[in-house]
């Protein structure tokens, strides 16, 4: 061997020491998700995870054990950086503890991390809108969350009627919250273009985010020609919509559902599944998801899509199956005048 030989030998088994020795020191936590930037200089990793645990008859359905922080510390072992919660979920106090403990095992910084949470519709009020994060902080045991979303354009007192405080209102309390470094980032959910347009149209920060539903059957084209012609970055929530039973939404008539024989022979194709497919479109369309599942092998599944594309033909067959149909329509508020959504007959 040549001299430069061997000093390449050499400088490859050095390399293949520094990956092994990497690869042992963060064991399975690499972040998976390529990043969406941010109209504020943050950046969003694409994929996240969900932890709305859902609704039964008895209403919100609340975390059993430690099932939400057990889901959380999977997800940042399978290479998630990106957590979504909320305070009406009841969910921040489990992803706070796992955060807390990954960190603390020296699996991830918390600076690696991009947590939200999202202002509840009874705290409206400008000056309610710090106090109410820093509700949201100490239950997540946190000092600051990186994404703070106003959860619906609807504003309700405790006591059920509605609190008609303007939009642009709250705002100002979100651009404070953000200014005392209580939330890197601020957004919006479930607003509607012209509510948006309001909030452009008088603020001082634009919202960087707008979270909304978004799936196979509501894939929300016109929103989100909006959002990119604003410099907003949407993230899909209920990102399965209909499709699988048992899910958010149940049925749904004319839903395109998880056994549909196009999405499963397109899923064949690819060795996937139809959850991975229906990720895949939407991180190809550029947005974010944040589907959530407690179960450990799917939060892996849902994370393991970074490694194939689909083809032009399959994306075009899969826009076809848009459908306009809504899974979370907060149809309780829909005689609020704020109500963001069209009003389904009856
Ligand atoms: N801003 C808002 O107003 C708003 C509204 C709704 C939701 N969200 C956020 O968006 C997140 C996701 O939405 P979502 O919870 O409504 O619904 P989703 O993520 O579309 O669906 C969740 C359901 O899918 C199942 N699932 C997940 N991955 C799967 C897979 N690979 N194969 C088969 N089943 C799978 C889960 O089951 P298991 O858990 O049993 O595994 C769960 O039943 C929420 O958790 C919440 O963080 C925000
Ligand atoms: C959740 O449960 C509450 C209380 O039972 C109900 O009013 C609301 O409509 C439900 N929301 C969804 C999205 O199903
Ligand atoms: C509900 O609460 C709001 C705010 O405290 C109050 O202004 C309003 O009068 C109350 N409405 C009823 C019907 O009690
Ligand atoms: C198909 O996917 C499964 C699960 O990820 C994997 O174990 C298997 O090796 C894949 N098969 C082929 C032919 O790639
Ligand atoms: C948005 O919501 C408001 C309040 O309900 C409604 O007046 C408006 O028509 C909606 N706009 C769109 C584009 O849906």
Redesign the pocket.
């Known amino acids: 061997m040549s001299g430069t030989a061997v000093a390449r030998a050499a400088l490859c088994a050095a390399l293949l020491t520094t990956a092994a020795l990497a690869g042992v020191l963060t064991s399975g936590s690499v972040p998976k998700a390529p990043y969406l930037e941010l109209n504020d200089g943050h950046r969003l990793p694409q994929l996240g ?6 609704n039964s008859s008895q209403g919100r359905i609340k975390p059993q054990g430690h099932e939400v922080q057990q ?1 959380v510390e999977w997800a940042i072992a399978a290479g998630y950086r990106h957590v ?3 305070r009406v ?1 009841g969910t921040e106090p489990q992803v706070g503890a796992a955060i807390r403990e990954a960190v603390r095992r020296g699996d991830v910084k918390r600076e690696d991390l991009f947590v939200t949470t ?1 202002l509840w519709n009874d705290r409206h009020a400008r000056a309610a809108v710090v106090p109410a994060l820093r509700e949201s902080l100490a239950a997540l045991g946190l000092d600051y969350v990186d994404l703070y ?1 106003v ?2 354009p609807i504003g309700q007192f405790p006591n059920g009627s509605y609190d008609l405080t303007d939009h642009l209102s709250t705002w100002r309390g979100m651009e404070e919250a953000q200014r005392l470094g209580l939330a890197r980032s601020i957004g919006l ?2 607003f509607n273009q012209s509510q948006i347009e309001g909030i452009l149209a008088g603020c001082d920060v634009k919202p960087a985010v707008l ?3 978004m ?1 196979l059957n509501l894939q929300q084209e016109s929103l989100r020609a909006y959002c990119s012609s604003r410099g907003i970055v949407l993230t899909a ?5 209909s ?2 039973k ?4 149940a049925a749904g008539a004319g839903a395109t559902r ?1 056994d549909d024989p196009v999405l499963v022979e397109m899923a064949g194709k690819y060795n996937k ?4 497919i229906v ?1 895949r479109y939407l991180m190809e369309l550029g947005v974010a998801a ?6 450990k ?3 892996e ?2 994370m393991d899509i970074f490694d194939f594309h689909l083809t032009a033909a399959d994306r075009a067959a899969l826009r076809g199956l848009d459908a306009g149909l809504r ?2 329509a ?1 149809g309780r508020w829909a005689d609020s005048p704020q109500y963001p959504f069209e009003r389904s007959d009856g």
């Open positions: 995870l969900g932890t709305w645990l859902g889901a979504d919660t909320a979920y999202k979303l959860h619906w959910s479930n979270q909304v539903e799936n929530y209920t990102p399965f919509g499709l699988l048992g899910g958010a939404g998880v599944t139809v959850p991975q990720l944040i589907p959530k599942t407690i179960t092998q799917r939060v599944q849902n899974t979370i907060g």
